[in-house]
């Protein structure tokens, strides 16, 4: 199963773990100055999704010292500059009231990975959708438009993979599972769930030393991320696997390399064999 097959829109977008465009297939450049303004704009309607969002709140998120009258006229001139840097006029579509990107002429990740895990019905499908999800939505922008769609998408990405891993669990293909939630953490490390999922099914597999070290990564994560520790929940499977291990195996955890995950159970018969990894670490 290919991702992105047939599609020919001449302007794609990257936004989850990183922000490029690329117009025809080449990376967007600029050789001077960056232009600013088009480019939060740009951000902005990316925040919006499909459909897009009110020039009110654009305006109020870009130009909040500006009057209304005023802010308007630059957004119109901010418009026009951005459909000149995609090179495509009817790229930024203004309809009653909302500003929008055109799906028509534009792809986006963000975009692609919503549709996609609400279009999956298997966990095959379910697999390839969270490929699309590489990091956290414009996570180098502190863009105040994006800080929703950022924990819309966050929580979307942990909701699928708790659900697959779980799948994968429930048929005991628990290596799988461990790629799984460990791919997960390399994307995007803030849910305690997932971190908590993969000490859970590390401990199943007797790695006492892999739950230390993901527990520890965990606790870090937390107290940077949120200022806050592990639940009691976690600290259990934490403290239980210290518990069971060897006399004089030390309380360091040591990192343990991650074997070939075997092949996911279940994928319908018309999907190719593809492990985990595989498909989640594919370019």
Known sequence: ????????????????????????????????????????????????????IRQEALTDALWPDLAPWSAARVLHVTIYRLRSLLCRKRAVVVDDGRVALDPELCWVDAWAFEHAVADARD??????????????????????????????????????????????????DTQSAIDLYQMALDADSASEDVHRSLMRCLAREGQSSAVAAAFHRCRTTLMRQFGTAPSLQTEQIYRQACAARPPGSGLQPQPQPRSQSPQPRLQPQSQPQVSTRQVLCAP
């Open 123 to 172: 966990p095959t499908a379910l697999l390839w959708a969270l490929r699309f999800y590489r990091g956290m939505f414009l996570s180098d922008a502190e863009h105040p438009l994006a800080y929703e769609a950022r924990d819309r998408l966050r929580r979307k990405f942990n909701r699928a993979v708790l659900q697959l891993g779980q799948s994968y669990e429930r048929i005991g």
């Open 1 to 52: 199963m290919e991702l992105q097959t047939g599609d020919v829109r001449p302007i794609r977008i990257y936004t989850l773990g990183r922000f490029e465009i690329l117009l025809d297939g080449a990376p967007l450049r600029f050789l001077f100055k960056t232009p600013r303004k088009p480019l939060a704009l740009l951000k902005g309607l990316l925040s919006g999704g499909l459909h897009g």
